[in-house]
């Protein structure tokens, strides 16, 4: 009787330590993103891109921007949250946020898409926005993709007047592609040479994401300089 006594004091003070230490523990805080971090000017991207309650987006690469995107084009639009397929399979642990999102009844106009970089869009886009990933295209886990090919198909994929709209981090001028793969950069006037080379017109740029004390050599991910890099957002549209 004593051990039986013993083993449901001992059980009892086990569950409690349990039970307060799961009570104390904090929930996780979701990912800082557009609507949470000022930092990322999410508001003035969003302006900037002409994002309007109706619209139908496709973020490539999808992430931060997708709650504020779901916000701003209400019930009536659609927000296609694009991973493709070789960023699941280098970072499988991309896709489970992704997917959490839109099955929250919140953001029902959110539908979460993971093919191949190389295939087709959605049609009838008002709008393609890739951030900061735009560089990945030519980057080996990539696949790389077709970038030509690519680019064509947002144009095939906006409507008329549409925009395409790349967010990244800029590279030394006259870099090219060198700076892609080693420290995630890309010089602005490749991006402009092959997205027009697609059919787009260079439409504006904002300097709102702009640092020129970035010296444009260091990896974005160097403490020194995260979140603070020196970003071109660049829109191109599809002629009417």
């Known amino acids: 009787m004593k051990r039986t006594i013993a083993a449901l004091s001992a059980g009892l003070v086990l569950a409690t330590a349990g039970f307060v230490v799961h009570a104390q523990a904090p929930a996780p ?6 609507l949470t971090d000022p930092a990322m000017k999410g508001p003035e991207v969003l302006a900037f891109i002409g994002v309007k309650p109706g619209d139908r987006i496709a973020d490539i690469v999808a992430g931060r921007f997708v709650r504020a995107e779901s916000a701003k084009v209400g019930p009536k639009g659609k927000v296609y949250a694009v991973m493709p397929a070789e960023v699941l399979k280098a970072h ?11 099955a929250d009844p919140q953001y029902a106009n959110v539908e979460v898409l993971n093919p191949p970089i190389n295939s087709p869009l959605p049609a009838k886009l008002d709008a393609v926005f890739i951030r900061q ?8 886990f990539m696949g790389p993709a077709d970038v030509p090919a690519f680019n064509k198909a947002v144009f095939a994929a906006l409507k008329p007047g549409g925009v395409y709209v790349v967010l990244d981090h800029a590279a030394v001028a006259g870099s090219g592609l060198s700076a892609t793969d080693t420290i995630h950069r890309i010089d602005p006037a490749t991006v402009k040479a092959e997205v027009t080379a697609a059919g787009f017109k260079f439409d504006g740029e904002s300097a709102i994401l702009a640092n020129p004390a970035d010296d444009h050599t260091k990896m974005v991910f160097d403490p020194a300089i995260r979140g603070k ?11 009417k």
Do not use: I, S
């Not at 805080?29 to 557009?34: F, G, L, V, Y």
């Not at 990933?133 to 080996?140: A, R, S």
């Not at 890099?229 to 002629?239: A, E, I, M, S």
């Open 133 to 140: 990933n735009y560089h990945d295209l030519h980057d080996k």
């Open 229 to 239: 890099t020196d970003q071109f957002l660049y829109r191109f549209r599809k002629p």
């Open 29 to 34: 805080k979701p990912p800082a993103d557009a």
């Open 92 to 102: 499988p642990e991309v896709g489970g946020m992704l997917k959490t999102l839109a």
